[in-house]
Nanobody
Framework: QVQLVESGGGLVQAGGSLRLSCAAS????????MGWFRRAPGKERDFVAA????????YYADSVKGRFTISRDNAKTAVYLQMGSLKPEDTAVYYC????????????????WGQGTQVTVSS
């Protein structure tokens, strides 16, 4: 069982930056690939970024590539999403998730989810 708690969301102007954090419970954190997803108003939950268990491989949605960076600290059992050059279309609830399989953009491969944190980007 893994419990995930996101933090760091808020209101930011376009062009600004935010850093989201996801704190994980449990001593098996390093066994899980981690992902970030987001749900914009009226839309489905979409993949944002993923990182493998060791942190050696990362994956990004095309819409955030070059602007967002995913990282993890297995000693602190946490995963982060550094977001830069934010745009109004990045406004969404951001969720972190844990996969006991591989780092993937496929929502169904993730076993545990956090409650989400709101990010609002004003124009």
């Amino acid at each position: 069982q893994v419990q995930l708690v996101e933090s760091g969301g808020g209101l930011v102007q376009a062009g600004g930056s935010l850093r989201l954090s996801c704190a994980a419970s449990g001593r098996t954190f390093s066994r899980y690939a981690m992902g970030w997803f987001r749900r914009a108003p009226g839309k489905e939950r979409d993949f944002v970024a993923a990182i493998n268990q060791s942190g050696s491989s990362t994956y990004y949605a095309d819409s955030v590539k070059g602007r967002f960076t995913i990282s993890r600290d297995n000693a602190k059992t946490a995963v982060y999403l550094q977001m830069g050059s934010l745009k109004p279309e990045d406004t969404a609830v951001y969720y972190c998730a844990a996969s006991s399989a591989i780092a993937t953009m496929t929502i169904g491969k993730y076993d545990y989810w956090g409650q989400g944190t709101q990010v609002t980007v004003s124009s």
